[in-house]
């Protein structure tokens, strides 16, 4: 266990042996670490006294590292995503009920996770965040959109964003502004789990969520094959609106032809004689500068003759 611990810090610890074979290890990699520690336990039923707190951190710093599918081609395994998946599952998801400044962090950090990944991994996050706010009901106070958000139930009013321990990032002080961005998602699903998340609070008769991540992670890696957005044009159910948006195309198929048979050679002059005004333009305000530059010189130059002279009289006066 301790030498797991080792391998998933990265080779921050001070044995130089573990920190050598840490260094070459990737973020998948280290993931699994936490993994294995995590399954030891379990299948010795928490008989081991020892703390897991380490791997909880690296779990955390981690999430923001993770890059599914970006693994060597050497790599034994390909990545795309389960290693995180799994993770979550086994270290959120299926243990009991954490405590309440690490679940708040753990639940703003996967937010912000969301935000910048495919639709798969979304949607696993999100089943995540959504089981610990169950439950953890005082977390709750992050779906609040008064100013300071949970900061009343928290030890430490103000959020640390880019603090490495959950017990210490003040997670309880901000709001889940995330949930309202992944609610205008493209993909239905994860708009609507978004804002299912949101209304938790005012929701009447809740029913928890059995759909683990892993579960949400295959079902949406399915779908992503198939899935094809919608767009913005609505169909219409009346004929001559069809009529008048297929001659609307064909117009703009005429035009973009006879955008197509513009004479190359007309473009071209015309691009020559843009770039050469600019030309001239600069080697004007190069000239210019210069100008300015030989000007200023010649002013200094009359000055100092005239200084020089003043000097000659004065001095011709005093003899005198």
Known sequence: MNYL?????????????????????????????????????????????????????????????????RIPDSAIMKDHGEV????????????????MQ?????????????????????????????????KNVKCRNLLENDAGGGSVSGSIAIYQPYATDPNLSGALASVLWELNLLSKHYHPAISTMASG?????????????????????????????SFNPKGDIRKSNNKRKRANES???????????????????????KLSKHFTVLHNIKENERLRGKLDRVTLSLNLYEEYKKQKKAGRTKIQKNKI
């Open 197 to 225: 998340i949101s209304n938790m609070n005012t929701a009447q008769n809740q029913i928890y969520h059995t759909l683990s991540p892993q579960q949400a992670f295959t079902e949406f890696s399915l779908e992503r094959e």
């Open 5 to 69: 611990k080792k391998l998933a810090g990265g080779g921050s610890s001070q044995d130089n042996s573990s920190q050598k074979c840490s260094e070459n290890l990737t973020v998948s990699e280290r993931l699994r670490c936490c993994i294995v520690a995590f399954k030891v336990m379990r299948n010795n039923l928490d008989a081991l006294n020892v703390d897991l707190q380490d791997f909880f951190v690296q779990l955390y710093n981690l999430v923001l590292e993770y890059r599914p599918g």
């Open 84 to 99: 995180l998946v799994e993770a979550l599952k086994i270290m959120l998801c299926d243990d009991r009920q954490h405590d």
């Open 102 to 134: 690490k679940a708040a962090a753990f639940v703003k950090r996967l937010a912000t996770f969301s935000l910048s990944i495919g639709s798969a991994e979304s949607m696993a996050a999100l089943v995540t965040l959504k089981n610990l706010l169950q």
């Open 247 to 269: 001659s609307l195309l064909a117009g703009i198929d005429s035009t973009s032809d006879t955008s197509n048979s513009i004479n190359e050679d007309e473009v071209s002059k």
